[in-house]
């Protein structure tokens, strides 16, 4: 995704464990792509993205959801701001 991006774009990466964050930093460095990454350990009750509410276009929640207990206050809870597109898998 991150290659998909313009240059000032920004693909913000959420992970509730930090050794996927770091792998994913590790790979984004090695690809000279880290510049477009926003790498981020969150805590199982929010995303952690609400500094950002308002700017993002495209919001895809993959691989992440299965692991919180309340998957409906998770989503709800980060939500605002990000409506343009919220894709869950």
Known sequence: MARMVDV???V??????????????????????????DARVCGGKHLG????????????A???IHEVKKKGGFISGDR????AAWIKF
């Open 8 to 10: 000032s774009g920004k």
């Open 12 to 37: 913000i990466c959420v992970d509730l464990q930090d050794k996927m964050i770091k792998g994913l930093v590790m790979r984004a460095e090695q690809a000279a792509l880290l510049d477009r990454i």
């Open 49 to 60: 993205i609400e500094d950002i509410g308002g700017t993002v276009d495209f919001t895809l």
């Open 62 to 64: 993959f691989a992440l």
């Open 80 to 83: 605002s701001g990000h409506e």
